[in-house]
């Protein structure tokens, strides 16, 4: 989404080209892949732990950190891992949404119109909004220690990655919408009144 948000506002003259259908299936694809295999990693290593406490974990779902605290065994090695491969998939899509949104910046600050700025900016902070909710619950959750790890605050933060903000995005994009915007303020001015 942040190249897509770079392509279109750097070089939209160019955007059909640039994000073929190639493009796209190329970089969904690669997403896939790189999920799957890390994904792959973590769940062979926990299948060597040995379990010896209760079955039941006080989760939404089978998250990693609730299954290693069931394990009788030392987890270290697998905290380790898990801590390298999620550092690795969020500060490499940190660094490429970053690296994008300064050079969609530079771009915008170079712009003569006024509303074309303001266009540019409205089209950016929506996805900033959504990324920057969704990469500080996701740090929360998967860049600490398991020593660390509070049932209730993970809990909170696994609702915040997978339900809120799935919510939260069609709201944010919608709200870019001027029809929306209007309906929006005509409800707020009836009941107002």
Same mark, same amino acid.
């Given at each position: ?15 059909? &080209? *640039?994000? %073929? #259908? !190639?493009?796209? $299936? ?9 999920? +799957? @295999?890390? /994904?792959?990693? &973590? *769940?062979? %290593? #926990? !299948?060597?732990? $040995? ?9 939404? +779902? @089978?998250? /990693? ?129």
């Amino acid at each position: 989404m942040a190249y897509d948000r770079y392509v279109a506002i750097c070089n939209p003259l160019h955007y059909p &080209v *640039v994000m %073929s #259908i !190639t493009l796209c $299936h190329t970089l969904i694809t690669v997403s896939y892949v790189i999920g +799957f @295999c890390e /994904s792959s990693a &973590v *769940v062979i %290593s #926990i !299948t060597t732990l $040995h379990f010896c406490k209760s079955n039941i974990i006080h989760h939404f +779902f @089978c998250d /990693s950190t609730p299954i290693l605290i069931l394990s009788c065994t030392d987890t270290s090695h697998i905290e380790i891992l898990i801590f390298i491969l999620a550092g690795f998939t969020l500060m490499m899509s940190l660094l490429t949404i970053s690296v994008s949104y300064m050079l969609i910046l530079t771009t915008i600050l170079k712009m003569n119109s006024t509303s074309g700025k303001r266009k540019a900016f409205s089209t950016c902070a929506s996805h900033f909004l959504g990324v920057t909710i969704f990469f500080v619950s996701m740090i929360f959750t998967y860049l600490r220690p398991s020593k660390s790890y509070s049932l209730g605050k993970d809990q909170i933060a696994s609702v915040f990655y997978t339900i809120v903000i799935p919510m939260l995005n069609p709201l944010i994009y919608s709200l870019r919408n001027k029809d929306v915007k209007q309906a929006l303020t005509r409800v707020m001015q009836k009941r107002e009144c």
